[in-house]
Every structure is written in C-alpha cells, then in structure tokens.
C-alpha cells in the first residue's frame, strides 16, 4: 500500500483516537444546523448524516482517503467498461443495465448498451404479449402467477422489489422459489395451478445445484399436470448459459440472456428481472431503471461532497476502521421493504467480505461489516435490545417512507413515529439522572432505584443514517438500491479489494458433492466431524416411504 494511503488512513484513525469523536450529541451542541447542514439529496432521496459523530475534520480526512485510493478513479475505469473485477478478468457494468440505448456504453470491446436494449426488447415484448393473453399457457388459460426459480441474486433482488412494489396494480402473483429444502415447494406449490404458472428459471450459471435441483422438481410437476408437451409454454430462462438452457430444453425464444459483466447480485436489471416486470407491468419495470439509472449519473457527476454513494462509503469507513464497529443493522420503516436487508446481506457481504487486497495481500484492516435488518416496528420487539444497552454499538440505516399506499394515515403516523424515536433515542440515550427522577416520580423506593438504575441508562450516542423515500415507487426503489451498489462500489475502492468476486462461496459448494454421495449411499466423508454427524442423522433418519 502507497506511503499517501497509509498516511491517508493514518489521519482518519488518529481523529477517531479522540473520545470526542464518538461524541454525536456534542455535534449537535457544537452545530445548531447540523441537521440542515449533514443533509443531503438526490434523485427524490433524502440522506441524513447527522446522527454519526462525522464533523469536518473527520469528513475532510475521509475525503482524502477516497483520493488517495482513487475512488473516483476507479469508478470511472467501470464506466469505461475496463475488467475492473481482476481475478474473473471481467468488467463491471450493471449501469449499462439501466442506461438509455444511445449511452454508448461498452464492456471491453463489446457494446453493452446495444446488448442490454436487444434484451429488454424481447422482455418487453413478451411481457407486454403475455399481459394482453397473446401468450398463454397450454390450455389457453392466461397466466395468473410466475414462479421464479433461482438463488442468491438470482432470487433476492426481484424477490425483495415484487415485494416492495406489490399492489393492486399487479399483474400476476409471483412467487420465488430459491431453497433446495423442497419444504419451500411444497409451501409455494398449493397456490399456483399449472395451467396458469409461467415458470422462469433463473440462474446466471445455470448450473447451481440447488436451482437445477428445483427446476426438475417443478418441470416434474408442470409434465404431470399437463404433459411434456406442454412444457415449452411454461418454461423460460433467465441466464448467460445458452448452451445449459438448450440442454434443458428451452427453447431459443424463451431465453432471455445477460453476459458476464452483470454481476449475480447486481443483477435485479437484467433478464432476471423478469419476474419483476412480468408482476409489475413494463412501465414499472423501466421506472424502477430509471431510477436506477438517475442514480448512476448521480454516482458518476456528483462532486465528493455531495455524492450520497461515497458520502454512505465514508460513513461506514468511519463506523467499521475507525470506530471499530464491525456489525450495521438496516431496518427499514416500511413492511413492502421486509426483504431488502437479506437483498443488501448479499450485495455487501458478497461483496465486501474479503481478506486480501487486490494485489493478494492480507487486508490491514477491517472490511465489510456484518449486515442483519428487519422491517421495524418489528425489529424494535426483537434485537433493538442490543442497538439500546449492548457493549458495541451497531450503526443503523433508517429507511422511512413519506408516502404510504394505502388511506391508514394513524397506522403511519405510528410507523414514521416509531423510527423517528429510535434514531432520537440512540442518539440521546437517558441519564442516570434523568431515570431516577422519571423512578421517583412514579413512587419508587430509594432502594429499588439504586439496584434498577443502571439497567435503565441508555448511553446515547449510537450512530444512524436516515435514508427518506418520498413513497415507495419502482424510481425510488430504483434509486435506493442503486445508492447501496454504489456505496458498495467504494468501499471496495477504499479498501482495495475486488467487491465483484465471490470465491468465497466456492468451498462449500465442492465439498457438498463427496457429502451428497455419502447421503446417497457412497463412501462415508473423510472428515470425522462431518463423519460423525452423517452417522447421527442416518441414526435418526425413518426410511423414505
Ligand atoms: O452463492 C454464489 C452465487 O454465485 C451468487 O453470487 C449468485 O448470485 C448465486 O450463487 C446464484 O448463481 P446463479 O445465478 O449462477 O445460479
């Protein structure tokens, strides 16, 4: 690492030295605008910094730092379509996804935006063809459910925004299918009726184990109900794997293709994105591009200062090296975004959880941090606990809502409430002093006082970020995501290592094959611990009927 890097770092940690830099309440004595002041926006979005202990010291070392790792000179070399993701030697251009078809772009020598619009194309045509019933299924019944089979980013993204934007206004129910637990099936499969279920297997590879596995568990199930021959109306791909999808048995048309430059977890903008649109409308669908793609050119011309993607970077920068908090909840104020935090688990964790530099070398600090969420309120009666009282505090992300769709206003206000209170009392916590008269004004004895007191101090002074949408609509969707990947993006650049490989899955997967044989009746595994308990579950296991 580069004698200006490390000094960079140098001068972010030596600030973080200083008991007053965790100090959020001081901040906001210090700066009676702060608020205002650490607020910022774009695209329709609201992000407020000022409940962390950034000041302007803080934030000028952090922005030195980005220079001299070359954030935005990495960013650029994305856009440029170089093949930024060094050990699979490919370039990075999820943008080019959500980009106008005369953007230009390219991914090496190949021309990205040409690509993604012929794809889109045929996506929209066939969803606008199966939304008008000029495509149905076998029997001529028209599609009124699709089943996504996929896994990891071929599941979460358009399973976490169907989600987040079903309403009346959908099209079709659908459904998403990712475990190899067939318990996950069997819950899906009393719901759908065959002659009415578009199945879309989804996988960039098209050889995950567990997807495979689920695609001929329900092309099993389509075949019975309907007859092989009816199997080509049901069916369609989503995958770079042309050859596998033919091997399959889909037919040409109904694949629907992305290259290797699309990443699995920044992929929701791609082909795998069917689903999305076909639940959706293609309206929808290109809204929630659009907002994507207002982001990236927020992303790519914002200046340091005001760009929300670096500016979230820095923070976490801040929270994980400098303050040392390796863990950051995401709890979104609104039920629809349930399955953003397993959505942004992936696109961080995969991304972020890296032990070497690009160069091969050991990282020298910390990288990503541990990411868990829930929807609040319902987080707040489960592990807010811990954020309150625990020993190290846990960084939030509040996302709120303005907007909501339906006509509940007192069911909202309660919700914008409650996660406005949580960051307040975060930040605030409550005083030894203030507890023991709130205890004697309600009667308490001196004695029970002294012994409760302690369990009921909150220290205060636990960082968030807000993160306000004005409504959950597909562009602000678009948008929020988009800010998470490039938020990514940075930190990637800032720790020096490649966000876009995930080598780190690999191990299991291989080793899962010699263990499967075992189940199946091969050799026992070689290692005694995984020996021992195969022994244990064959002990337990009643012969399948
Ligand atoms: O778990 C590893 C991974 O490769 C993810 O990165 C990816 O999103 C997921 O598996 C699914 O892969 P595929 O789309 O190739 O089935």
Redesign the pocket.
Known sequence: MSNTIEAAWQAVTDLAADPAARNIRARFTADPARASRWTHRADGLVLDLSRTSLDEASLAALLALADATGVFARRDAMARGEAINTTEARAVMHMALRAPADAGLRAGAEDASATVHDTLGLMQSFVEALHAGKITGSTGERFTDVLNI?????DLGPAMAARALSGPHDKLRAHFLGNVDAHAWEAIRPNLDPARTLVLI????F??QE?MANARLVRAWLADALGEAALPRHLAALSTNLQATADFGIAPARVFGFRDWVG??FSMWSAIGLAIALAQGWDRFARLLEGAHAMDAHFLHAPPRENLPLLLALTETWHVNALKLPTRAVLPYDERLARLPAHLQQVEM?SLGKGVTLSGQPVARATGPVVFGEAGTNAQHSFMQLIHQGPVPVPVDFILVANPDHGHADSHRKLLANGLAQAEALLVGRGADAVATEMRAAGIAEERIAAVLPHRVFTGNRPSVTILLPRLDPFSLGALVALYEHKVFCLGALWGINAFD?WG?ELGKQLAGPILKALEGGAPPEHPATAAMLAEIEALRADPA
């Not at 996929?150 to 071929?154: A, L, T």
């Not at 989804?202 to 590879?205: E, L, R």
């Open positions: 996929g896994i990891g980013g071929s989804a996988s960039k590879t050889t995950t997807t699995g977890r995969e995930q899955v």
